[in-house]
DNA sequence: CAATACCCGTATTATAAATGCTTATTTTGC
DNA sequence: GCAAAATAAGCATTTATAATACGGGTATTG
């Protein structure tokens, strides 16, 4: 059981556009900063900008900017909305289902309850709250730097 | 992010052996109900024997018995010993992180409150708790059909 | 002794993630 | 106004991992 990277890299390019909300970041800058690939950031990003979440902008000067306030988005919101798969069995899935015993099982029930207990912790964690460090992150981050 | 097929298989074959608790049952007979792939069965009860939760028995009468009080097992421990991986995101394995933000990240804390939200919901689920509708299962399951 | 059923290690297959490449669009500078 | 450079977006390929299938081995009963 383990999240998605996908879903993992966006948190961190959100959490970085947070600590660095001044001028756009460009994507080869975040894929330097988290040692990532830059086409698959690239792709993230795209999923992050549809949602409305982050601001992106072509050409010479562009880059990633953060739409929103850190407060008004949960990480439980990410994760819901980019995790690609959270049917935990497949019995969530109808299409996919071969178990027979779903009438009577009460295993999927319990499951739903532990999977909205564990989404619902996450709702009460806001971006905002993620990067109330920011000294540190920044630090982390290398933003701040002056020398070359 | 979704449970792996092995542990769903333990819990399916610690529910049948918890409604048919009278003779043995062989990893044939679960195979034949629950449409899955028979060694790979033989290997999820060979984990389950390891730890104690059933007892295996070889030979022409052999089979699988349930060793335990179905009340003193719960979902939560099953899930916790016998799920391969339960790192949410990478950071959780020192070994395989590359995450540089770790110090101060804290997503990281926010994901273990939430796993941790996720397991003590389903400690509160004994298997006992999961077929107390035995008369339903072994419907679904096909105990007591007298025609053959 | 023969048949049945669990035990164990190996190999193949399938699925999903990670990466790389190509295309299209925007902006800046001449 | 045009050309060049930088970046986002979309598409295809490679890679890795998990799930499954298979074979031989061992123990036990009748």
Redesign the pocket.
């Known amino acids: 059981m383990q999240l ?3 879903s993992d ?1 966006a948190l961190r390019t959100l959490m970085y556009l947070a600590c660095a909300p001044d001028g ?1 970041t ?3 800058q975040l894929s330097q900063v988290h040692g ?5 950031l ?2 993230t ?2 999923a992050l ?1 549809q949602r409305g979440w982050i601001e ?9 900017r953060l739409a929103i306030s850190p407060s008004d988005l949960t990480v439980g919101r990410v994760i819901r909305e980019l995790e ?2 959270l049917a935990l069995v497949e019995c969530f899935d109808p299409a996919k289902n071969h178990c027979n015993l779903s009438p009577a099982c009460l295993l999927k029930h319990s499951l739903s309850r532990a999977l909205e207990a564990f989404l619902s912790e996450l709702d009460r964690v806001s971006l905002a709250d993620l990067v109330q460090d920011r000294p540190a992150l920044n630090r982390l981050y290398g933003i701040g730097e002056g020398a070359a």
């Open positions: 998605s990277r996908f890299y756009p460009s994507v080869g990532i690939s830059f086409h698959h690239a792709k990003a795209q900008a992106t902008r072509r050409g010479r000067t562009g880059g990633l690609p798969n």
